[in-house]
T-cell receptor, first 117, second 112 residues
């Protein structure tokens, strides 16, 4: 399978614990995005990488959230001191930047569903 | 603040019916409008629209963009139960990251 993959698919944690999610983008894609989706809503942009550089963070991304993409390939999203309001689906997407038209479409992974008790 | 509004929020039709889903937007630096289909997992890409008045088609699905009136429609003809899903509209922005701003989606249910 050459699509975007995410791990784990589901995570249940207790409030106050730290969690880390991983995203492996489509191999030739240089752009990687994290989104958060809550029930009944569309995905909301969290942050964006071009290669290994994190170029934008949404104001939704509080200090408890940190994302990395150390070698410009896979990315991790860590949430520290989780709160019940962090319960959501965390989606990763990747794309080929610098191209025109549909070649720069963002393709999404299956998501990690987080439940904070 | 950027806004993407979809209507209706939910729709229930019988198999074989034709449906039209609506998406209007007010965003800065508009570049493209995208439609995604989301079942119980990742959104899957359907269409990207950048020019007004040019219809895109894929099988029973078609979509068109009106950049003057700031809206798009997604049509599905001869609906099938496999079309049941949430249909998401998103706007891609110029300059830099080209992040997507999504609407809340339209939940489409097809009754056999």
């Amino acid at each position: 399978d050459t699509g975007v993959s995410q791990d784990p698919r589901h995570k249940i944690t207790k409030r106050g614990q730290n969690v880390t999610f991983r995203c492996d983008p489509i191999s030739e894609h240089n752009r990687l995005y994290w989104y958060r989706q809550t029930l009944g809503q569309g995905p909301e942009f969290l942050t964006y990488f071009q290669n290994e550089a994190q170029l934008e963070k949404s104001r939704l991304l509080s200090d408890r959230f940190s994302a990395e993409r150390p070698k410009g390939s896979f990315s991790t999203l860590e949430i520290q001191r989780t709160e019940q309001g962090d319960s959501a689906m965390y989606l990763c997407a990747s794309s080929l930047g610098g191209l025109a038209g549909e070649k720069k479409t963002q393709y999404f992974g299956p998501g990690t569903r987080l439940l904070v008790l | 603040e950027d806004k993407v509004v979809q209507s209706p929020l939910s729709l229930v039709v019988h198999e074989g019916d034709t449906v039209t889903l609506n998406c209007s937007y007010e965003v800065t630096n508009f570049r493209s409008l995208l439609w995604y289909k989301q079942e119980k997992k990742a959104p899957t890409f359907l269409f990207m629209l950048t020019s007004s008045g040019i219809e895109k088609k894929s099988g029973r699905l078609s979509s068109i963009l009106d950049k003057k009136e700031l809206f798009s429609i997604l049509n599905i003809t001869a609906t099938q139960t496999g079309d049941s899903a949430v249909y998401l509209c998103a706007v891609g922005h110029y300059f830099g990251n080209e992040k997507l701003t999504f609407g809340t989606g339209t939940r489409l249910t097809i009754i056999p």
